[in-house]
């Protein structure tokens, strides 16, 4: 079955004059919603390195990146103006060092129950995570770069289920 091509009319943050506005959901069914999100820091050999053997001046990378995602997650509605906050009811999020990037790949998954999604909270959550890795190790690369980030799953609500191929 081929996507239809958006319209304008298709953008939901935009009234009939155009103007900006948060989507009402109160009319949405309580439903669980899930979504995940991926993306990836590449850097210098000598910064994964740094990284994977644990040398960084600044602590333990991984985990700090982390809960830097967590709580990123969580203060999604407070940074993207158009977003509902939401109870969130888990956030993971999981770096893994990639040898072949040289980096580390981000995933992050979000759970509510609610009446609408939390793909950007899991988006949120990537970002942020790679932010910290950055921030992190700035001091010793500042060429690194932050990229691939996207949702790979989406479920719940009456647009149903989203998965990237």
């Known amino acids: 079955?081929?996507?239809?091509?958006?319209?304008?009319?298709?953008?939901?943050?935009?009234?009939?004059?155009?103007?900006?506005?948060?989507?009402?959901?109160?009319?949405?069914?309580?439903?669980?919603?899930?979504?995940?999100?991926?993306?990836?820091?590449?850097?210098?050999?000598?910064t994964f390195d740094i990284i994977s053997e644990g040398?960084?001046?600044?602590?333990?990378?991984?985990?700090?990146?982390?809960?830097?995602?967590?709580?990123?997650?969580?203060?999604?509605?407070?940074?993207?103006?158009?977003?509902?906050?939401?109870?969130?009811?888990?956030?993971?999020?999981?770096?893994?060092l990639d040898a072949d990037l040289p980096g580390v790949r981000i995933s992050a998954t979000v759970k509510t129950t609610g009446q609408t999604g939390v793909e950007m909270e899991a988006l949120t959550a990537v970002n942020v995570a790679a932010l910290t890795v950055y921030d992190m190790t700035k001091a010793v690369d500042k060429h690194m770069e932050i990229g691939g980030i996207r949702v790979t799953l989406k479920d719940g609500g009456k647009s149903g289920r989203f998965e990237a191929s």
Do not use: N, W, Y
Not at 9 to 38: C, Q
């Open 1 to 46: 079955m081929a996507e239809k091509t958006p319209s304008p009319s298709d953008l939901t943050h935009f009234d009939a004059k155009g103007e900006a506005h948060m989507v009402d959901v109160s009319e949405k069914a309580v439903t669980a919603r899930i979504a995940t999100a991926e993306g990836h820091i590449k850097m210098a050999q000598q």
């Open 55 to 96: 040398r960084a001046k600044k602590g333990d990378v991984l985990a700090v990146a982390q809960l830097a995602g967590i709580m990123g997650a969580k203060q999604c509605s407070t940074l993207i103006p158009l977003c509902h906050p939401l109870p969130i009811t888990k956030v993971s999020v999981d770096l893994t």
